[in-house]
């Protein structure tokens, strides 16, 4: 049988061994990029990765067995249907453009105070001293960040995070507090850009109760953000980073220009996220929609490996 509610789902059983996958991942990469050095193979770099996904992926399915968590209740069943794409992949397309068009703004804000510009390109890896660019390949960001990405986070930002937090505290609080840890955790990413990605992903997972769902917002929205990869070179990249290091006035007035479109697609954006998310805060939660009720378990779980002392993380 399977437990009826995952308000007492031990996340912290996930995390800790996560975290210490990856700790041990990292090592292993860094003993071979200092073994390598300069022959350290890209593919090297793109399997460590996928690997370290697939391991973090088989944790959480295993602690779901363990803790009784039916999964077809957080994945849903049966394939995505196309008069919900539509929609889904029309919000994505938005979001991505106000993603990428969010550095523009940010570059634009900071630049007005000179302090928090340098710290900001020092912080984006664009300090004018240190003007080294090498640019991942397409080939290796495709298979991380529109296959192994999408599927690894959603499973447990939607599907662990977001389920339990919305029982506990309510659609829309469940859906806030599980956009920020993942906005949080993507600490590298300028924040905003992964907090609404986040919350889309969150709306349409509650909206649909199928996991399919943002999988695929997730994978669209980080396929349309690599796109440029395909067309930009080193070189190229080089000499864009040169010119944010040592803004000119053109460069600051097409900020300017970016900054106005970034405000007016993201206000669009919310008022369709909203429209779309209308009357979300009624909604179950996709695990007690999911699951049937014969496979209920009548009480509650009482012991779970590792998680006693931390039921309520």
């Known amino acids: 049988m399977y437990i009826n509610s995952l308000k007492k789902l031990s996340i912290w059983a996930i995390v800790w061994r996560s975290v210490l996958t990856m700790i041990g991942i990292e090592f ?10 300069e022959n350290y193979p890209e593919i090297f770099g793109l399997m460590i990765s996928l690997f370290l996904y697939f391991l973090i992926y088989k944790i959480i399915l295993r602690q ?50 000179t302090d928090f510009y340098t710290f900001f390109i020092s912080y984006m890896g664009l300090n004018p001293n240190e003007l080294i660019v090498e640019t991942p390949s397409f ?10 990405a999408p599927i690894v986070e959603e499973v447990f930002f939607r599907g662990v995070l977001m389920n339990k937090w ?9 859906i806030l507090f599980s956009s920020i840890i993942f906005m949080i955790i993507h600490f590298n990413s300028l924040f905003f850009p992964q907090l609404i990605l986040g919350f889309l992903c969150a709306v ?48 600051i007035q097409e900020l300017t220009l970016y900054s106005v479109v970034f405000v007016i ?5 919310i008022l369709f996220i909203k429209k779309y998310g209308k009357g979300l805060k009624a909604e179950a939660t996709p695990y007690l929609t999911n699951i049937p009720s014969e496979f209920l378990e009548h009480e509650p779980v009482q012991d779970v490996d590792d998680i006693e002392h931390f039921e309520d993380f």
């Open 28 to 37: 292993a990469n860094a003993f071979l990029l200092i073994a390598m050095q």
């Open 64 to 113: 779901l067995s363990k803790q009784n968590v039916f999964t077809t209740g957080i994945t849903g069943e049966g394939p995505p249907e196309k008069k919900q794409l539509l929609p889904v992949a029309g919000l994505t397309i938005l979001v991505a453009i106000c993603g990428s068009l969010f550095i523009y703004f940010a570059l634009r804000i900071f630049l007005s105070f």
């Open 139 to 148: 080939i290796y960001l495709f298979p991380l960040t529109v296959i192994a």
């Open 166 to 174: 919305s029982e506990k505290y309510g659609v829309w609080k469940g």
């Open 204 to 251: 349409v997972y509650t909206k649909t109760k199928k996991l399919v769902y943002p999988i695929l917002t997730h994978a669209l929205y980080n396929f349309i953000v690599i796109i440029p990869t395909l067309f930009t070179s080193d070189s190229a990249s080089l000499e864009e980073l040169y010119i944010i290091a040592n803004p000119t006035a053109e460069f």
């Open 265 to 269: 697609v993201l206000a669009i954006t």
